[in-house]
């Protein structure tokens, strides 16, 4: 994505899912900025739900990773399960918005939707996909979408990403 690209919209999001045959069924609630806050609609939401790393190592390569929202993960160790070339850190917002379009508190699977270019390398944790339905933010965090798992798998490789699946959690 160029700074000039507009990223997409949930409701482009959305549209795009549903020109690739997929269905999600989306539920609107008030902003969720921590797995802590989304926590609070359990019961409400089935199936499993996630937690992303937007992560970047000294080369400047960038990863998404997806994981179980109760996963444990040691960022001091992650590099060497998903290539990176040094240990990793956060990538910057600023780098967020242009390669995923989002901001921090509403990072997404769904957000390569707007990495056209596929800088992100996308990892899921297999742990996660052990699932049937997957929930996500719809680029925004004021609603999750539920997707079947093997239509997130489809959702991911139709965005031109490759998605690796290892056990990246504890």
Known sequence: MTASTTPKTRAELLAYLAELGISVTTQD??????VADSQALRGTIAG???????????????????VDEDAVVDLKQIHHLIGAASRVSFGKPEALLELLGVTPGAVTVFGLINDTTGRVKVVLDAPL??????????????ATSSIGRDDLLRFVEATGHDPVILKVSA
Not at 29 to 34: I, K, M, Q, R
Not at 129 to 142: G, Q, S
């Open 48 to 66: 499993g739900h996630t937690k992303n790393l937007f992560l970047k190592d000294k080369k400047d390569q960038f990863f998404l990773v997806t």
């Open 129 to 142: 996909l052990e699932n049937r339905v997957i929930n996500a933010h719809p680029l925004t965090n004021d």
């Open 29 to 34: 609630h008030p902003p969720l900025f921590t």
